[in-house]
């Protein structure tokens, strides 16, 4: 048997998987079949960033003569999806009560007790019954929140008008890598792509953070790539990585020099040449971008909402290389992890610090998305909780006192969706329900009958994608995207829909 032969049927085997995937979604979208690189991308069917389909794919494989390509020529970046950013902060951070408001049945200002606030870090002097809320950004958040203060810092009004979000009650195992908390692959697979990779993640782990990506939702191809930092950034769209060309304009004899010299297998050779897209012996792209282009610190509204040098700050810079690719389409997806997280025992100006700090990060997000004139979907979590000791009340380090961080409490684990849209605040699809997805019980716990989510970390990130989904109208797509997830699809599903279409 010819290497050819075998490569000739699994080539005709991928194409008819391809034309099952192709007439599933054409039946259950109602659309006609894609025919360009970025139509396979709006609608979930192409995983690579560069991949493009060829009508002569036989004649590729069998001679040594190029086919002809299908190029996209459509000039603007990415899938035409919104942007995704997760913030994964790991080790057992607080978010409900101190930061995001959360109540019972009836959302989020169905106040809880005050022993259920102070387990969450409130003296009765600052109970949401005593000081209200603030709504600044749609959710409702503590008005002495750091997450709050830190997000604040980074927008200005126009971008906050813009925003909304929600909030959901769900507890997860406090301290540990092992939720599975991430829908990164999810989002992927639900159409976010790039114009170099689907997804990035500022750290080298399977789900670019601290927490892990359920496993249902894992697809190798779409592992994130890291991006730390401005050099990471660059990296993305110039030099030679794994063997191939990585810019924007890659030629047919560099991959066949790498092929002879023993860097790349043939068959890899012949994917990449496949996927590249080459027309002749050269696959020209719609643009050509640059270092500079990829580069935050040569950007220069990053500049302006990181003055003072914080790009040089190692928390900033992450930041700021994740927002900078994914906002502009570079990478679809990205997960920026913030450590040390683990908050009892500290002192609260300490802890609240650090709130601070990832509240700026997430600011700065939506302020660039804005500035852009981009949507932009952030969902924040924290794999577990930690609940207050209401024995040691301390200055927050703002002149405000609240309770210390005593220990880590699975039970009082919350995390949130926030989302930008450039044509006005997101609508609620029902209303003040839509705002809190699930509830707590009055003495400070995660009431977890309250939702399919609330005890089940894997549900959560399901939901995430399910809204994901929602905010382009597609949440039609979402049993075909998770193949059968747990949340169930259709009606099933739609009471956990918080915002209508934005896109």
């Known amino acids: 048997m010819s290497k050819y032969s075998e490569k000739f049927r699994r080539a005709q085997r991928q194409q008819r998987e391809l034309e099952q995937r192709i007439a599933d ?20 069917l192409m995983a690579g960033a560069s991949t493009v389909f060829l009508p002569s794919l036989t004649s590729l494989l069998s001679s040594s003569a190029f086919a002809e390509c299908v190029i996209d020529n459509d000039p603007a970046l990415g899938a035409g999806k919104i942007p995704f950013l997760a913030f994964d902060q790991g080790g057992g951070a607080n978010i409900a009560g101190s930061n995001v408001m959360v109540g019972g049945m009836g959302g989020q200002e169905d106040f809880l007790t005050s022993a259920g606030y102070a387990k969450l870090g409130l003296p009765d002097a600052i109970i949401p019954q005593n000081v209200g809320v603030d709504r600044s950004f749609g959710l409702a958040m503590h008005p002495n929140s750091a997450l709050l203060r830190g997000m604040l810092d980074k927008t ?8 909304n979000g929600f909030v959901v009650p769900a507890r997860s195992e406090n301290d540990t890598g092992d939720n599975p908390h991430n829908p990164i692959y999810g989002i992927a697979r639900a159409g976010a792509n790039g114009e170099f990779v689907a997804a990035i993640g500022t750290r ?31 990296g993305l769209g110039g030099g030679v990585q794994d063997g191939f060309p990585n810019g924007r304009v890659a030629t047919a ?15 890899a050779a012949t994917e990449e ?29 990053l500049q302006d909402i990181f003055p003072n040098g914080e790009l040089n700050d190692g928390d900033f810079q992450k930041t700021a ?11 679809g997806a990205g997960t920026i992890e913030y450590g040390g997280r683990d908050y009892h025992q500290d002192p609260r100006p300490e802890t609240d610090g650090k709130d601070f700090i990832v509240g700026q990060a997430i600011g700065a997000s939506l302020e660039y998305a804005a500035r852009l004139g981009k949507p932009l979907m952030v969902y924040g979590f924290s794999d577990g909780a930690v609940s207050a000791d209401t024995n040691r009340p301390e200055d927050d380090g703002q002149g405000v006192t609240k309770f210390r ?9 919350a995390s949130f969706v926030l989302v930008y849209s450039p044509n006005g605040r997101a609508a609620l699809r029902n209303g003040a329900a839509s705002q809190q997805l699930g509830y707590f019980r009055p003495d400070g716990n995660v009431e977890t009958s309250s ?9 959560l990130a399901e939901m995430v994608v399910l809204n994901y989904l929602a905010l382009h109208g597609q949440q039609s797509m979402f049993g075909m995207v998770l193949n059968n997830p747990g949340l169930g699809t259709g009606a099933a599903a739609d009471p956990y829909i918080a915002f209508d279409p934005i896109v």
């Not at 789900?207 to 660059?234: E, F, K, Y």
């Not at 290389?321 to 990478?331: I, P």
């Not at 939702?451 to 549900?459: D, E, G, L």
Request: hydrophobic content about 35%; overall charge positive; glycine content about 6%.
């Open 253 to 267: 004899s560099s991959i066949i020099t790498a092929l002879k010299l023993g860097q790349i297998t043939e068959a």
């Open 273 to 301: 040449l496949v996927q590249c897209g080459f027309d002749k012996t050269t696959a020209t792209f719609n643009t050509t971008i640059l270092a500079q282009d990829l580069d935050p610190s040569a950007d220069t509204l």
């Open 25 to 44: 979604d054409c039946r259950v979208s109602g659309h006609a079949a894609p025919k360009t690189r970025r139509q396979f991308l709006n609608r979930g």
């Open 156 to 163: 200005t009004a126009g971008t906050r008008a813009n925003t």
């Open 451 to 459: 939702s399919p989510f609330a005890n089940s970390v894997t549900t």
């Open 405 to 413: 961080w005593r220990s880590d409490n699975s039970q009082t684990a």
């Open 204 to 234: 080298n782990s399977e789900s670019g953070g601290r927490s892990r990506a359920p496993d249902s939702m894992i697809q190798a191809d779409l592992r994130p790539t890291r991006v730390r930092n401005r050099n990471d950034a660059i």
């Open 321 to 331: 290389a994740t927002m900078k690719v994914v906002v502009n389409g570079y990478g």
